[in-house]
């Protein structure tokens, strides 16, 4: 059983920056890709970045490239999500999850374990 955990979230003031991270137990961290997705109030879950199970291709949605990075750290079993430049279409929970294929895709059926998500609210 894979267990996800977020951390990092909290209220943040528009142009502000904040960093996820999520932390996952087991041994076979290093071996999937990995994603962050996001749920706006009343909105469907939406696929935010991914990150192979290297590190070395990465996807973000349109409205985030250039403010958010995404990382990993496979000795720390920790994938990150830096962000930058926030505004308030940005307030959201924020859910890492980990993908069945080591490398990157966007589709939500596409992962099968989901951390419990962490708010960031951005205030304008």
């Known amino acids: 059983q894979v267990q996800l955990v977020e951390s990092g979230g909290g209220l943040v003031q528009a142009g502000g920056s904040l960093r996820l991270s999520c932390a996952a137990s087991g041994r076979t961290f290093s071996s999937y890709a990995m994603g962050w997705f996001r749920q706006a109030p009343g909105k469907e879950r939406e696929f935010v970045t991914a990150?192979?199970?290297?590190?070395?291709?990465?996807f973000y949605v349109d409205s985030v490239k250039g403010r958010f990075t995404i990382s990993r750290d496979n000795a720390k079993n920790t994938v990150y999500l830096q962000m930058n430049s926030l505004t308030p279409e940005n307030t959201a929970v924020y859910y890492c999850?980990?993908?069945?294929?080591?490398?990157?895709?966007?589709?939500?059926?596409?992962?099968?374990?989901w951390g419990q998500g962490t708010q960031v609210p951005v205030s304008s």
């Open positions: 999850a980990r993908s069945r294929h080591p490398y990157a895709t966007i589709g939500l059926s596409d992962y099968d374990y």
């Open positions: 990150i192979s199970w290297g590190g070395d291709r990465t």
